[in-house]
């Protein structure tokens, strides 16, 4: 039985997972994005394994929110597929998950270390430094495991959905980081953010350890994106002619 | 009502925003460029948060120099719209302004730390280091925050135009690289030389914490491309043929 | 007398070549990767100091296994063909081999270190560190060098066929990266997974020289993705319709 | 009156000056290539400070080695000219010169270190470090700089033909890598691996600060690349077919 998703939601997927080669944060199949429809009760999410240039949108899986059974697709889903669940759970307000190795965000999750915020390029996406998780534990690892993954994420952000819209975020400790946003291309988006506040951030560290910037000009920069009084950006772009 | 800009100037600020991601300097919609037409009392600059790949003409935005009040376009303009005014009225030399966060120089802006002169490579574009701004105060963010981040510039340099000349960038403390020069076009080849110089800065240090060059081989450098007795460079290709 | 291969290997092993700038693992002509026949007793390898671009099937040259003799091809075969052969002779399990000068490998390689465990990207497809063979002494230098290079290897991994299963690389001190696999191709894709931990690795020590992260973390992603309880990938995608 | 030069000269010499960007060794105009003819006493040079992209085989220079005189073309040729002529004059044996600010031998070149021979891949085509010269002095900068830029690289290999052929590369202090070859495109690769091998040593150098290898495993690489027992490579291709 196939589980109607609403319109657009496989084609972002798809895109968001295609995207993830193009911007630079794959090595060969790793990385994988999903998306979420709550009405159906069901996340679509990348095959396990398929190279990104085979990709298609009959590869994508159909996953139950419940339970995490596969309602629709012929191929295994991503091995991640119950850290995703996990957190779409866990946290209401988010629409899409992406999950990278890319180089320097794997650095700080590999040396347990957040992600400091040194600068508004950092601000002006997350409010608050991108925060790493304790190691699992044997138990964690010997059972659910990809469940877990997802699990110590929600329980150092003490299941609070508002954490997780300031900073769409987080390191799991000696693996990588997982990322989200109201929807897979925003998820992507913020670990292309993630990614670039890692690099400039080993480079900022290598040059001094320097003490964060003053909370005025963070608070400034996240301010004039998010919330009420944000003034950035523009609706949609008039069309060239 | 419509305010028309000296022939040609859509087209080259266009051309020099839709070149920071073609040289690598942009991470998303991050980055910006913008011209003036000082005869018209007006400069275009980019729109906020519009793709570099839908990017138009018609989406520049036309601002008066004066007040900040967009007189031509449909969108609102950059965030930063205000720091490139405050910088056009503080250096009259100024042609074009460009703003990206490029992972090199954000570092030292970071840091903040000046980029040192550290050899020729830098000396052929910048006569000195350069200068990193001190933190915007709390006041300098509450209140008309982005006019104010050029204000820490102009301030660093005593609104010393010849100044603004011999050393065309500056970081913002905690933020990044603001660059000018006499054309937009220019004021993004001072971005590219910037990012340049920023990234061979950080490995120079790395080997060594050496001292800078001798100040004669500097100068050398900077007078062979600059000022009345500068050799390098060509009027205009001939065609070929 | 021309040697017949089994179906496939040849492209295989030319896809394979040429895949080494694609992934941006070569500078200039450097690198090189083989795939075995040890029905026909064979190997097809890339011959010596051709350019990437001019490289084409008629090029590879076919070696015989027992004695390093050319029995296919009118190039010399790469200068490193024997260090080939002598791993083919040691690990019965190996179908391809490939050699690069990956910048992060080659690093570990001139510090004469192995590249530790840091992280799931790590252990997902290398079971333990990535060893660094002792220097070569004059002896193994003055005469059969090419062989010995593969010796080292051999000799360090105790002739243990399981070993190099488990973990397909090795660091050749002072030298750079071999790595091995099931098939040519899988022998590429483990240079480029450990080019690609190396440079992580680098970046993770920087932040901390911290120790490895819990065993059962990384038991798990290796278990996940090998031998009999792994449950990553999918067997064909389906085709695209 | 123009000079004929020898039939392919100009040719190569555009070549070798147009991948220059392709290879991702220059930033916006820097960079450039010559080559000689000794017979007619001349070399084809890159014109001063045009783009790439425009460059084509009509704004080549050609400069008499005798004087440095323009003896053919409309463009100021490149503000370097006179140091490539300073080592045609001083090494009988080069036939091409390329000079560029690749980042990594800038890095050493800032640093005033000699970039060290740390493995195989840098002994595969420089038989021993590639040095750093003095800092120019004042009068060296005040008169006929461009010259003496070269002369700092004579002196410091004593005019020793010999020693530029088995080290063919040396840093200018506080400025950058000039490298030189058989020919303009071997001065180009020469350039190329001065980079590769400046980068990964870089990395090498923060892993460990370790000893350079045995020098029997350097001195095999190097004598089997070049020299009577050199065994590498293939003389043409056979075309595919």
Request: aromatic fraction near 6%; include cysteine.
């Amino acid at each position: 039985m196939t589980v109607r998703v609403r319109d657009g939601l496989r084609q972002e997927v798809l895109n968001a997972n295609l995207a993830i080669p193009q911007v630079g944060l794959a090595t060969l199949t790793w990385g994988n994005v999903s998306g979420v429809d709550r009405e159906a009760g069901v996340f679509v999410i990348k095959p396990s394994g398929v190279p990104y240039e085979d990709l298609a949108l009959d590869h994508l899986v159909t996953v139950r929110l419940s339970d995490g059974e596969v309602v629709d697709g012929d191929l295994r889903p991503s091995t991640d597929t119950e850290t995703h669940r996990c957190l779409y759970l866990a946290f209401p307000s988010i629409g899409g998950v992406t999950h990278t190795h890319s180089t320097h965000a794997v650095a700080f999750a590999q040396a347990r270390l957040e992600i400091p915020v040194l600068g508004t390029t950092h601000a002006d996406t997350f409010n608050g430094p991108i925060p790493c998780t304790p190691d699992l534990t044997a138990e964690q690892c010997a059972k659910d495991y990809e469940y877990n993954t997802g699990r110590v994420i929600v329980d150092m952000l003490k299941e609070d959905d508002q954490k997780a819209v300031e900073v769409p975020a987080a390191m799991v400790a000696g693996h990588g980081p997982f990322t989200w946003g109201a929807t897979a291309r925003k998820s992507l988006e913020h670990a292309i953010i993630c990614e670039a506040v890692a690099d400039i951030a080993l480079h900022t560290l290598a040059l001094s350890p320097t003490a964060p910037p003053p909370p005025h000009l963070l608070n400034r920069h996240y301010t004039r994106k998010h919330g009420p009084d944000a003034y950035y950006g523009n609706p949609t772009p008039a069309p060239a002619g």
